[in-house]
């Protein structure tokens, strides 16, 4: 059947079974539309607080940087004594062990929000 043998009775019969299914259907569409905005609305308050995280992960990672090349200065500093000399390299390796701890966690955390 092409466009053209569709009668007007057949065209508004068919009209009104979809205003039919649509009028019936309302509460279940309009049910869809809530959950829809409701999730939309929870995504975005969702990347925001991740955004917020992601620079904040640059930061600290900014920050770590500049306290070991400091720290590696100050190691390398010929007039220190070997204990304080000592204690520096212990910081930066503590520094190491925190960051790896922490990207780790990171790497969780993405794992999760991947799967």
Known sequence: M??????PNESMATSAIIAKGLVENLPVII???????????KEDAFREA?????????INSQNFSTLV???TELSKNEGAD?????MYRDMIRSLFDLFALRSRDS?????????
């Open 2 to 7: 092409t466009d053209s043998s569709i009668t």
């Open 31 to 41: 049910d869809g539309f809530k959950s829809i905005y409701a999730l939309r609305a």
């Open 50 to 58: 991740l955004q917020a995280r992601c620079a904040e992960l640059q």
């Open 69 to 71: 090349q400091g720290l």
């Open 82 to 86: 070997e204990e304080t000399k000592a």
């Open 107 to 115: 790497s969780a955390f993405s794992d999760f929000m991947n799967s």
